[in-house]
Nanobody
Framework: QVQIVESGGGLVQPGGSLRLSCAASGSIFSIYFMGWYRQAPGNQRELVATITSDSTVNYADSVKGRFTISTNNTKNTVYLQMNSLAPEDTAVYYC???????????????WGQGTQVTVSS
């Protein structure tokens, strides 16, 4: 009932920038949580940044001051602006969106397909 599509990954040199996008569509009644996570080879998936419906934002310490999470609520879209990228930011980035469908009667908690971000010279 909910489709989530990510875009914006790619290869960038150290110090460069990328902007990730994640759009949710379907029978969405409301969204209360949007977040970005990442998983590097051999590591567990980790939180990068989250934002709730009351605009409360949370960042991992490793990205504070470099990454910015934002939303376009009319388009059910969440963005991750990544600046000053470093090789240790290389990972597959996943978005996670939580909300309600079917006029608010059912909760959903869905993930995007992941987008590769590679930081290398």
């Amino acid at each position: 009932q909910v489709q989530i599509v990510e875009s914006g990954g790619g290869l960038v040199q150290p110090g460069g920038s990328l902007r990730l996008s994640c759009a949710a569509s379907g029978s969405i009644f409301s969204i209360y949580f949007m977040g970005w996570y990442r998983q590097a080879p051999g590591n567990q998936r980790e939180l990068v940044a989250t934002i709730t419906s009351d605009s409360t934002v949370n960042y991992a310490d490793s990205v504070k001051g470099r990454f910015t999470i934002s939303t376009n609520n009319t388009k059910n879209t969440v963005y991750l602006q990544m600046n000053s990228l470093a090789p240790e930011d290389t990972a597959v980035y996943y978005c996670n969106i939580r909300g309600r469908v079917l006029l608010g009667t059912i909760l959903f908690d869905d993930w995007g397909q992941g987008t590769q971000v590679t930081v290398s010279s």
